[in-house]
């Protein structure tokens, strides 16, 4: 399309979208006829020139929220209301809560720290373009190797970064590494150790809350840990795990037995982060959320109502 047509196209969409003219003034300013006006908008449209996006209302289970927050001295919490729907439809609706969540905090120059998994790609296909002067935008662990472009790490981070017109800066290496000396000389490597700079420097991280369960495991299925393993782990009393940290329903930190270190923030760092924003939802993750609220490592939630109100009943049940 060259620029005088595009131009056209935009004149028009501005006067009908943003200005609020109607068709029929429109075309009494532009000298055009109603018909071609209208002919027009659906162009604009067709071309990409106007963009619509509809905002359907998320329901909230605003008694639950309020109670989580009490019982755990949350900063935040948003529970979106259950349907009878598959948990891929749930886990779009809370990601669509947590980018709204994320939005209200942005401001000029924030650090946005992101760790990785399917809640946080929902959040990504959630988010709308706001620009950000000055907006940074993080990797928080390692993710290389993982076989799940989707939901991997790097990606998230150059997609909302794109879409704060920010920088995004991530992290080439993998979550975890089973040699020192690699890991050593990793961290000498001068973007790598930018990056992990910056990690001190979050204003703000979205993380995701991971469970040991094998069949929504993000670890088992980004290739990193097998389903045995998993196993293994659920045996030991882990339940879940903030940025690759491993906690028991008690919150308590557990080192894991694989061979490994790390490579990413640590637990000091994010526990002085200002808001980290947890996203989980589905009752079969109710403990890894509580134990992963009990951990300290996060001090927000989005998740929903089965989620929540399965929380509430292992609390009781203790």
């Known amino acids: 399309m060259d620029n005088d047509r595009y131009e056209l196209l935009a004149e028009v969409a501005s006067l009908y979208y943003e200005e609020g003219l109607t068709q029929q003034e429109i075309s009494v300013r532009l000298q055009y006829s109603r018909s071609r006006i209208s002919r027009l908008l659906t162009e604009a449209q067709k071309e990409g020139v106007v963009e619509i996006h509809v905002h359907h209302p998320i329901a909230r289970n605003q008694s639950l929220e309020?109670?989580?927050?009490?019982?755990?001295?949350?900063?935040?919490?948003?529970?979106?209301?259950?349907?009878?729907?598959?948990?891929a439809s749930m886990l779009h609706r809370i990601g669509a809560l947590a980018a709204r969540m994320v939005s209200q905090h942005l401001k000029e120059n924030i650090t946005i720290g992101l760790s990785w998994g399917a809640a946080l790609s929902e959040m990504a296909n959630a988010f709308r373009p706001i620009h950000c002067p000055g907006a940074r935008v993080v990797q928080l662990i390692g993710t290389v190797g993982s076989v799940d472009p989707i939901t991997d790490g790097p990606g998230l981070v150059r997609r909302i970064a794109s879409l704060l017109d920010g920088r995004a800066y991530t992290l080439a290496a993998?979550?975890?590494?089973?040699?020192?000396?690699?890991?050593?000389a990793l961290l000498e490597d001068r973007r790598l150790k930018e990056t992990l700079e910056l990690i001190k420097q979050v204003n703000l991280a979205v993380v995701g809350i991971g469970t040991v369960k094998p069949e929504q495991s993000s670890l088992v299925r980004a290739g990193y840990i097998t389903i045995e393993q998993a196993r293994n782990l659920s045996a030991m009393g882990i339940v879940g795990d903030v940025c690759g940290e491993q906690f028991?329903?008690?919150?308590?930190?557990i080192e894991i037995p694989m061979a490994g270190y790390i490579f990413g923030v640590k637990v000091t760092s994010l526990r002085q982060v200002p808001l980290v924003i947890g996203i989980a939802g589905g009752a079969e993750k109710a403990q890894a959320i509580l134990g992963g609220l009990r951990s300290g490592l996060v001090n927000a939630l989005v998740t929903d109502e089965g989620a929540a109100l399965e929380i509430i009943k292992l609390l009781e049940s203790e």
């Open 174 to 184: 993998p979550w975890l590494i089973e040699n020192k000396l690699i890991r050593d």
């Open 66 to 87: 309020a109670r989580l927050q009490e019982i755990f001295k949350l900063k935040e919490a948003q529970v979106c209301q259950s349907r009878d729907e598959p948990y």
């Open 248 to 253: 028991d329903i008690l919150g308590h930190l």
